[in-house]
C-alpha cells in the first residue's frame, strides 16, 4: 500500500470515528469508500439499514468540492440532513420545498464552498439553471441514491431518473456511485447501462436483514387481526400500509379510537399535514403511521419496530423494502403480511389500467411472484432472498414458519368434498360462494341459482368458513385446482384433481392460522449483550428531553441501538462512552455529560 493510500486510510478511519462515531468499516464499505476517493465509480447494493450513506458521505468529507446526493424523497434528504448536521457534516438540501430565500442561501453556501453534501432531487439536478451553478463550483462525486428508479425492471420506476446517465458527458472525470437496496439481476443490469458507469467497483451486500421476523397470516377478519399483533406492542412504533386511502383512513381512525397514537399519510392530504405525520412520527411524537403502499414514505427512523401490511403489496421489491424500514438500527423487528386472495384482483385490476402494454406484463410478472411467495409454505427468508438470487444455505430460524411450522391433518376427504363442489357449481364461481354452498348456506344468492338442490351443499357445514377457504387456497397453489384472475378468480379443476377425487392419493395439508403470535416477554439483547430494560427506558427518555428542547429528531440524538449498548456496558467517562458505536466526538460534546449522568445516577439507586 503507498504512503498515499495508507494515508488515505488512516483519514477514512479518524473520520469515520470522530464524526460518525463508528469504530470500524461494516463489510464492503472500506472497499467502496477507497474506490470513489480515488475517483472510480461504483454500484453498491447494500439492505437497508446496512450502510450505504456512508459510501458516499465519507468520500465526500475526503474529497474536494462538494458532494451532490440524488435522492427522489424530499422527506428522506430532510432526515438525511438533520442527521449529518448533528455531527457536524456541512449538508443541505435544494428541492421544492424551500422558499426562494432559502433556495438561494444554499446556492450562496455552495459557491462559497461552505458544503460538504447538497442533497437534490432528479429533477432539479437536470434543470439547465442548476447545471449551470455545478458547472462553476468542484464537484466531489455524484451519489444516486435509491437507483432502481431507472430501470423498468425496478418496482418504482421513474423516466425523471433516465437522463442522469448524462452526468458522465457533463462532469467528466467525476466519480458517479449508484446506490440501492432492492435491484433483482435485470435491474442491476439496467442500472449500470443506463448511468454508464465507467469500470465500477460492483458491490453485491446481500439483502438478507436476519433482525426482521418475517409473518404471514391467511387474512380474515383484518382489523382484528391488527389489534391482536398490536396488544403487546403498545409502545413501539410501526408502519401499516395499505392499498387505498379511503382504507388507510379507516385503519387511523379506529386505531386512534382505540387508544393508539396513530395518523394516515397518503397522497391525497396536503403537503402541511404530511409534514406534520412525518415529523411527528420521527420525533417519537406518533407511535403508527397507516400508509398507503404506493405513496413512499421515505423515511430514515432507525426505530421501527414492526411493519404491517394490511393489503398485498403489488410486488416483493415493494414488500421488501417496506418491510425493510422496520429495525434500520439492527435490533429486533417484525413484519406481519396479512394475505388474501381478494387483494390479488384489486391490485391485477390496477396494474391493467395501465397505457403502456409492455410496463403491464412486468408488473403483472412481479404480481404472480409476489403471491407464489405469499402461498409458499418453506421459509420465509428463503423464499424471499431466493428471488433476488440470494441462497441461504439453511431455513432462517426468525420467521413463522421456522419458529411455528404449521400444523397439518389429514386432507383427503375434505380435499375431495371441495373438489366436488367446485365441479357441482360448473366451475364457475369463486372461493366465497364454494365455501358457502359447502357449509350449507342460506342465502338470496345460493337460492336464486338452485345451488341449494346441489348434492354438495352442507356437507362441510361441520367445519368453519376459515378451514374452508384456507382448504380452497392450499388446493389451489398445489396445482388441483386453477383460479382464473382475469374471471372474477373462478375455480377450475385441473388434471391433477382426478385421481385425488378417485381417492388413488392421500393428501395432508396445514390448518390455517388468522393470529399474529404476541410478542413473548425475552431478554433484551443486542449483537449477543444482555442490556438493563430499566435503564434503556431511562436513556430513551432522556434522549426525548433532549432531543424536544434541540428541535431534532431523536434518533439525531441516539439511536436505540447506541442507547442499548449504553445500558449493557454502562460508561460512565468519556473514553469509555466514545467506544460505544454511534458516539462520536461532536456528540460526545454536545450530549455525553447528560447521559453519563443518567447511567450514574441508575448505578447510584
Keep these: 500500500m503507498s504512503k498515499d493510500a495508507m494515508r488515505q486510510e488512516q483519514d477514512a478511519r479518524t473520520l469515520l470515528q470522530q464524526v460518525f462515531g463508528y469504530q470500524q468499516f461494516r463489510e464492503h464499505q472500506q472497499q467502496v469508500v477507497e474506490q470513489v476517493v480515488a475517483g472510480g465509480d461504483a454500484f453498491v447494493l447494500m439492505p437497508t439499514g446496512g450502510g450505504k450513506s456512508l459510501c458516499y458521505q465519507l468520500p465526500a468529507l475526503l474529497r474536494d468540492g462538494v458532494g451532490i446526493v440524488v435522492s427522489p424523497l424530499i422527506s428522506l434528504m430532510k432526515d438525511q440532513v438533520d442527521a449529518l448536521l448533528a455531527n457536524g457534516v456541512r449538508a443541505a438540501c435544494y428541492n421544492s420545498s424551500l422558499s426562494a ?42 451519489a444516486i441514491d435509491e437507483a432502481h428508479c431507472i430501470s423498468q425492471w425496478g418496482h418504482d420506476f421513474r423516466p425523471e431518473y433516465i437522463q442522469l446517465g448524462t452526468l458522465h458527458q457533463m462532469f467528466p472525470g467525476v466519480p458517479l456511485l449508484a446506490l440501492t437496496a432492492t435491484a433483482e439481476k435485470q435491474t442491476r443490469q439496467d442500472i449500470l447501462q443506463r448511468l454508464n458507469l465507467d469500470n465500477p467497483l460492483c458491490i453485491i451486500a446481500g439483502f438478507d436483514r436476519p433482525n426482521i421476523r418475517y409473518t404471514l397470516i391467511d ?25 387505498s386511502r379511503k382504507r ?32 411527528d412520527f420521527i420525533r417519537d411524537d406518533l407511535q403508527i403511521v397507516v400508509a398507503t403502499v404506493a405513496f413512499g414514505m421515505g423515511i430514515d427512523k432507525p426505530n421501527v419496530r414492526f411493519v404491517v401490511h394490511y393489503d398485498l403489496p403489488k410486488n416483493i421489491e415493494s414488500y421488501y423494502q417496506e418491510t425493510g424500514r422496520a429495525g434500520r438500527d439492527g435490533l429486533p423487528a417484525e413484519a406481519l403480511l396479512l394475505f388474501g386472495y381478494g387483494d390479488i384482483v384489486v391490485s391485477r385490476g390496477l396494474i391493467e389500467k395501465g397505457g403502456n402494454p409492455e410496463q403491464t406484463r412486468i408488473e403483472l410478472q412481479k404480481l404472480n411472484a409476489m403471491v407464489a411467495f405469499a402461498e409458499a409454505g418453506t421459509c420465509r427468508r428463503r423464499a424471499l ?27 383427503t376427504e375434505d380435499a375431495r368434498k371441495a373438489l366436488s363442489c367446485v365441479y357441482r357449481v360448473g366451475q364457475r364461481f369463486g372461493i366465497g360462494h364454494v365455501v358457502d354452498v359447502l357449509r350449507g348456506a342460506r342465502t338470496e344468492r345460493i337460492y336464486s341459482l338452485g345451488h341449494e338442490k346441489l348434492s354438495t351443499w352442507g356437507i362441510g357445514k361441520d367445519a368453519g368458513q376459515e378451514h374452508w377457504t384456507h382448504l380452497l387456497r392450499q388446493l389451489v397453489h398445489l396445482g388441483y385446482l386453477e383460479q382464473d384472475m382475469a374471471n372474477y378468480s373462478t375455480l377450475k379443476l385441473t388434471e391433477a384433481a ?6 388413488e392419493i392421500e393428501l395432508r395439508l396445514s390448518r390455517p392460522r388468522s393470529k399474529p403470535q404476541r410478542k413473548k416477554k425475552t431478554t433484551r439483547k443486542i449483537v449477543g449483550i444482555e442490556y438493563d430494560e430499566r435503564l434503556f427506558q431511562l436513556l430513551r427518555a432522556r434522549r426525548k428531553e433532549i ?41 460526545l460534546e454536545r450530549y455525553g455529560a447528560e447521559f453519563m449522568a443518567e447511567i450514574v445516577g441508575f448505578i447510584s439507586r
Design 385 to 411: 432472498l431466493g428471488y433476488f438470487g440470494e441462497v441461504l444455505e439453511k431455513d432462517c430460524g426468525n420467521c413463522d414458519i421456522c419458529l411455528d411450522p404449521p400444523e397439518t391433518f389429514d386432507a
Design 101 to 142: 430565500t432559502e433556495s438561494r442561501q444554499v446556492l450562496a453556501q455552495m459557491h462559497a464552498g461552505e458544503l460538504d453534501l447538497l442533497y437534490v432531487a432528479p429533477e432539479r439536478l437536470l434543470n439547465e439553471g442548476f447545471l449551470e451553478h455545478l458547472r462553476s463550483v468542484e464537484i466531489a462525486l455524484f
Design 248 to 279: 388507510v383512513e379507516e385503519i387511523a381512525t379506529k386505531l386512534q379510537q382505540d387508544g393508539y397514537q396513530a395518523a394516515a399519510y397518503h397522497a391525497g392530504l396536503d403537503a402541511a399535514t404530511r409534514r406534520q405525520v412525518q415529523d
Design 219 to 243: 387474512k380474515q377478519r383484518p382489523y382484528d387481526q391488527l389489534k391482536h399483533f398490536l396488544v403487546s406492542r403498545r409502545t413501539d412504533s410501526g408502519i401499516i400500509y395499505a392499498l
Design 498 to 503: 382426478r385421481p385425488l377425487l378417485r381417492g
Design 547 to 587: 432531543a424536544d428542547r434541540d428541535g431534532v429528531p431523536p434518533y439525531v440524538v441516539f439511536g436505540d441501538a447506541s442507547l442499548a449498548e449504553m445500558a449493557a456496558t454502562l460508561p460512565t467517562r468519556e473514553e469509555d462512552l466514545l467506544q460505544i458505536n454511534g458516539v462520536g466526538q461532536r456528540k
